[in-house]
């Protein structure tokens, strides 16, 4: 089939603004939208910009705005949005080139919730042991892959980017609500601030956008919650 498909270029070193390129590419219904995007590239213009690299939905580098929601380009086949395929770059992140957004902004948000294992305890000479059911406390929000897509989608995030964003609260809860771990209330002040879960507005973009269907609203509100009481059980 012929799929038509356009896509939101700007190259900032030539270019006075972004502008619309429209291309015309043979695809197969149970191609990915990410194979259209390669197929420009390699046959039809070899200066478009794009990231990605494991192309089976587990690095999340290339979250992009397709058909006007924030989607894996790994992760969407033709046959789902059809011959006219839209393609732009994540919104609220400054655009490098054409579809390649500057992460940086996102990931400062992502190391700012201390995302790691605090815990000064000398560790034993075999692993920290965890029950099956303290393990299961956090379990969803370890599917996290980093794609962005849930920040870029929401609105509290555009109208003010100073917002922790959604992926940054999401990593928080992984730690907080891990037994092992021992700066949960560490990461609850920081999450307090002015900037951090409050400006959560409960409007779950998030939520439609996540590629790991992590029930993100939720936990965001399990943290809010522990906020509120210091209880991260
Ligand atoms: Fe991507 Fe989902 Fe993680 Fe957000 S929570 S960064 S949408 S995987
Ligand atoms: Fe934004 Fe999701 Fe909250 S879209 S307002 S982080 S529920
Ligand atoms: Fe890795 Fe799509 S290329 S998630």
Request: hydrophobic letters at 40%; a neutral charge; proline letters at 6%.
């Amino acid at each position: 089939m012929k799929v038509k498909i356009k896509i939101r270029r700007f190259n900032p070193e030539k270019d006075r603004k972004p502008y619309w390129a429209e291309y015309t590419v043979d695809a197969e219904p149970a191609d990915r939208v990410l194979d259209v995007l390669v197929q420009i590239k390699g046959y039809q213009d070899g200066s478009l910009t794009f990231r990605r690299s494991c192309a089976h939905g587990i690095c999340g580098s290339d979250a992009l705005v397709i058909n006007g929601r924030n989607r894996l380009a790994c992760k969407v086949l033709v046959r789902d949005v059809g011959k006219d395929i839209v393609v732009e770059p994540l919104r609220g992140l400054p655009v490098i080139k054409d579809l390649t957004v500057d992460m940086e902004p996102f990931f400062r948000k992502y190391r700012s919730i201390l995302p790691f294992l605090i815990n000064d305890e000398p560790p034993p000479h075999i692993e920290r042991l965890q029950t099956i059911e303290a393990r299961a406390r956090f379990d969803e929000t370890t599917k996290c892959i980093l794609c962005a897509a849930c920040t870029t989608s929401c609105p509290s995030f555009w109208a003010n980017d100073s917002y922790v964003g959604p992926a940054a609260i999401v990593q928080a809860h992984r730690f907080i609500f891990d037994d092992r771990d021992q700066g949960a209330q560490v990461r609850l002040a920081l999450l307090a601030e002015s900037d951090g879960v409050w400006r959560c507005r409960t409007i779950y973009n998030c939520v439609e956008a996540c590629p790991r269907e992590i029930d993100i609203t939720r936990a965001i509100g399990e943290v809010k919650k522990a906020i509120l009481t210091g209880d991260v059980d």
